[in-house]
Antibody, heavy 123, light 107 residues
């Protein structure tokens, strides 16, 4: 059974940093690209970032480019999101999501999602 | 970035109704479109990919159609479990984008 378990969320002051983790199990983690998607309270889904299966290729939404860094450790089956220079508008539930298709460059849609971790940016 | 616009934003319907949600892209995305269902407090669930392919395990009352810039998600006979918010997502480019969502409410 595929499981994705996010952790690392919490309350942080504007300008602060936070590192999210997503522990994956139930599939061959190193074969799949992974992504972070967020949802502000009462709002819709916003894609944040994606990392390729092997990790060398990363992609970001313009809203987080230069502030967030996605990475993965395939030996630990874990996905990360390092978030720096946090702003109030970064307040959201952050979901990690598994790409549905392995070993392809495109076709980036997601078949499994974690339950999310809440990040609150407030003074 | 490719903008995705869903309509309507909210839809009131009854059990047994046929429901259609529209998603329009700001430029052609071929058939690179997915649909998700999200219930309150839960993660999104994949329903449809490549515009019209049904994800394994998803009831056949859900169907998708369209290509280019206009897409639809249809629920042929609305069931109590289907009251939720639905999102489209384009994956034509590496800058992925979602529609703003359509909430399906009980009439």
């Amino acid at each position: 059974e595929v499981q994705l378990l996010e952790s690392g969320g919490g309350l942080v002051q504007p300008g602060g940093s936070l590192r999210l983790s997503c522990a994956a199990s139930g599939f061959t983690f190193s074969n799949y690209a992974m992504s972070w998607v967020r949802q502000a309270p009462g709002k819709g889904l916003e894609w944040v970032s994606l990392v390729s299966a092997g990790g060398p290729s990363t992609y970001y939404a313009d809203s987080v480019k230069g502030r967030f860094t996605i990475s993965r450790d395939n030996s630990k089956n874990t996905l990360y999101l390092q978030m720096n220079s946090l702003r109030a508008e970064d307040t959201a539930i952050y979901y990690c999501a598994k790409k549905a298709i392995s070993k392809t460059t495109g076709e980036n849609y997601f078949d499994y999602w974690g339950q999310g971790t809440l990040v609150t940016v407030s003074s | 970035d490719i903008q995705m616009t869903q309509s309507p934003s909210t839809l009131s319907a009854s059990v047994g109704d046929r429901v259609t949600i529209t998603c329009r892209a700001s430029q052609s995305i071929n058939s690179w479109l997915a649909w998700y269902q999200q219930k309150p407090g839960k993660a999104p669930k994949l329903l449809i990919y490549k515009a019209s392919s049904l994800e394994s395990g998803v009831p056949s009352r859900f169907s998708g159609s369209g290509s280019g810039t206009e897409f639809t998600l249809t629920i042929s006979s609305l069931q109590p479990d289907d009251f939720a918010t639905y999102y489209c997502q384009q994956y034509d480019s590496f800058s992925l984008t979602f529609g703003q969502g359509t909430k399906v409410e009980i009439k």
